[in-house]
DNA sequence: GTTCTCTGTAGGAATTGCCCTACACGGATG
DNA sequence: CATCCGTGTAGGGCAATTCCTACAGAGAAC
């Protein structure tokens, strides 16, 4: 019997999974939590082969939990559970410890076999988003993107991100505006980006604004 | 027996919410869809009294389903089921024809009971979301410059900020390119704006995505 | 009931921006 | 050295977007 610990801060949604998890005669869910502390202090009395973890948590969110679950003894597998099928997102959790990842969008049965997978002591990660990762992320998850960029495109960077066109840039700048597009084209390929609107969210979520 | 027909993107909260329902021996789960455009499908051929509807799914949206669903005749009754207790949100889910709103924090015995609620021609608000209705709408002196948009143009404001260009919006809402463009410009007048980065910047202070 | 304003829709012309390509230069790699 | 990679610079052509304009329907205003 594999004990299962379920981690998430919606109720229906953790109920939902806990039925899911039901179903199966060799999973049993022995405790529950809605947020980290929970969570945390749950796993101090609470003996269970895996945590499906929510990475979207409010307080000590998922992802800063995983290293502090690694650090009891004898921990349990972590398989996060994400709403996000972000490659980058999976990549961090990887990193700091998870044993899985599936998405909220995957196949149930799929969520099943994950549990059974890292409860086992493998990996598991949900097949499309594995494909996704090698392409998207080198894997170099470390010091933040826009380390990456060059002054210039640090510069356009900026400026596009408070409200300047291609244009004004190049102006600015005296520069072609074909230049500035270019530079516009790689700093977003770095940062691995596809729309304006992700470039100012970027920036938002960096304090670089 | 009622029957619901639950439309959510997420394979796995839709399994749970289903497990959830079966519970129940006067509920009956009797379709599902995972976008509008299959919700509105399944509705041409499947009677219900309850349809579950979650706001956030891709393509024709829950908010933007509820007007073609209530265009129906006959309709079933619309149980709107959202991750976030935004008071906004909810305030125009109700204002387009939902019959009820919860939230995927609320308790699951909750969830059955606005169904029936629903069902019977009521109508079913979170009771914590209702109280910050009250108060964010009540003491808001200034609304938001936002509220004065109009839903098209509220609905073109949160694709653009969430990356979509303006071919996409098009495509999705089958209209065409210079018509979303027309929208864009009255929204961002409307906005008092002139960047795709100040839209962006103002939907994420206002929490808008 | 006529007028006004807002909303949703879109076309044609004009602008702007993107994609692909190119090239020079400097530093790293071998 | 020879070569490769990252950076700064741009052009040509094509696609996306805006600008200006228009019109119809729905309510509001008077």
Redesign the pocket.
Known sequence: MIRVLVAEDHTIVREGIKQLIGLAKDLQVVGEASNGEQLLEGLRHIECEVVLLDISMPGVNGLEAIPRIRALNNPPAILVLSMHDEAQMAARALKVGAAGYATKDSDPALLLTAIRRVAAGGRYIDPDLADRMVFEVGLTDSRPLHS?L????FSVFERLAQGA???DIAQQ?A?????I??????LMQKLNITS?AELVKYAMEHKLV
């Open positions: 990456l060059s002054e210039r495109e066109n291609v244009n700048l520069l072609s505006s074909k230049t597009s270019t530079h516009k084209a790689r304006l």
